[in-house]
């Protein structure tokens, strides 16, 4: 994976997509509440439904209580198990099929008033090369967000990621080539949304299929 400056054709790509909009995920879009599986595991080895996951630890908050020392109530949104970037400093979601809507509850674990949230995406059409598509500074947040939950819910107008990267970046002028924090345990992530988007064949094929219909019902009542 590249994390690199982007170059003036790069930059162009962040004039269109880092307006990313605070949007609702309409419905059908697929939500992982990571309920229902043995912990703590490795999220890398788990079958997911429509995305992977990078090694991450799927863990309960009582598990995390244990690995962290913190008191974990209330960390998870939903149930009582999420993801927590304990093995390594980003989390990374790869899609089936590129996705335009994205939303997540983030707990930013104390002691981190240092850094920030960066949200990194990788264009459908540009495989390999990481993005700044949106970022949160703690220090300058009234209240900070270390120790607190914040609501992620990010739209691209007329973009689409094969991938999403979640992590904690350490300037908040670093935009747009925001460096990875190399500190662990600071994400926990509950309640991962996506839509994804139809490839152009499916949709010709549905547009096709509802003509055919149209024409056959026009013959009929001819």
Do not use: K
Request: with cysteine.
């Amino acid at each position: 994976m590249t994390w690199c400056r982007p170059d003036s054709r790069a930059a162009s790509w962040l004039a269109v997509w880092l307006p990313a909009l605070l949007l609702a995920i309409p419905a059908g879009a697929t939500t992982l509440d990571f309920e229902g599986f043995a912990t703590p595991v490795d999220a890398a080895g788990v079958a997911f439904p429509e995305v992977s996951i990078s090694t991450s630890l799927l863990l309960t908050e009582s598990d995390a209580a244990l690995l962290t020392g913190f008191d974990t109530s209330g960390w998870a949104t939903s149930g009582v198990a999420g993801l927590l970037n304990s093995e390594a400093p980003v989390i990374q979601f790869d899609f089936d099929a590129p996705a335009n809507r994205i939303e997540a509850e983030v707990f930013f674990l104390p002691e981190n008033e240092d850094l920030g949230v960066g949200i990194m995406g990788v264009p459908a059409n540009h495989p390999g090369h990481a993005i700044l598509i949106g970022y949160f500074y703690l220090p300058t947040l009234m209240p900070p967000l270390s120790g607190s939950h914040f609501h992620l819910s990010l739209g691209f107008d007329g973009a689409q990621f094969s991938s999403i990267q979640i992590l904690a970046i350490t300037d908040a002028e670093c935009a747009p080539d925001c460096t990875p924090s190399s500190r662990t345990s600071t994400l926990f992530i509950d309640d991962f949304r996506f839509l994804t988007v139809p490839e152009p064949t499916t949709t010709v094929l549905a547009i096709a299929t509802l003509a055919s219909m149209a024409v056959r019902r026009r013959a009929r009542g001819a």
